[in-house]
């Protein structure tokens, strides 16, 4: 399996709910990064989590990291249609490791 | 502050032939990194460069890929010659640290290539 295994693979809300994806990943990491993909473009990082903080905010986005478990989550709150993209998480010590990423639909 | 640039934004090119792309980082970004995602699959590291060294290249596919950072300004990558399996969205990323090479990395919209 890969580093920075999303989950789920897709999800599909509505405009307002709060949206919740999961990643898993695999080996010792420095810090893990989100970013986000508009359709044909390129990716926009969202936040970092250092490997010894718990949990991150910024904006509508809050993040935590459970290094014994190896896995992080990104909660994205009052979700709006333009938060439709495809999110990656992406372990990172030297280089970034990547996983498949989940793709959101926010329906209007 | 001008982001990640990449150039062409789309190549389609035939078996054999060959293909440069090119990256110009943010201005004052000490690390360049490389990467591709071929369709289906998720985005794979190829190399990172600090400066104009190559500190990692344990991604590159093979011999044929070849990466280079005159002066460590700008990027490029050749593929020479393309293989079909070459097809795919390439990705460039810069970030500032020389220390902390683990920073937050700023992406490029990426060149599409199409080998045919």
């Known amino acids: 399996s890969q580093q920075g295994e999303e989950d789920p693979q897709a999800l599909s809300i509505q405009e307002g709910e709060n949206a919740t994806m999961n990643c898993s990943y695999k080996t010792s990491i420095n810090n893990l990064q989100w970013y986000r993909q508009n359709s044909g473009r390129g990716l926009v990082h969202l936040i970092l989590?250092?490997?010894?903080?718990r949990e991150k905010h910024s904006g509508r986005l809050r993040v935590t990291l459970d290094t014994s478990k190896k896995s992080s989550s990104l909660l994205i709150t009052a979700s709006r249609a333009a938060d439709t993209a495809s999110y990656f998480c992406a372990g990172a010590n030297s280089k970034l490791t990547f996983g498949k990423g989940i793709t959101l639909s926010v329906r209007p | 502050e001008a982001g990640v640039t990449q150039f062409p934004s789309h190549s389609v090119i035939e078996k054999g032939q060959t293909v440069t792309l090119r990256c110009d980082p943010i201005?004052?970004?000490?690390?360049l990194y490389w990467y591709r995602r071929v369709m289906g699959k998720e985005i794979k590291f190829l190399l990172h460069?600090?400066?104009?060294?190559?500190?990692?290249e344990s991604g590159m596919p093979n011999n044929r890929f070849l990466a280079e950072r005159t002066g460590g300004t700008y990027s490029t990558l050749k593929v020479q010659p393309a293989e079909l399996e070459d097809s795919g969205v390439y990705f460039c990323a810069s970030s500032r640290r020389l220390a902390e090479s683990t920073d937050t990395q700023y992406f490029g919209p990426g060149t599409r290539l199409t080998v045919l």
């Open positions: 989590i250092r490997s010894n903080e």
């Open positions: 460069f600090v400066k104009e060294s190559k500190q990692d």
């Open positions: 201005s004052g970004h000490d690390n």
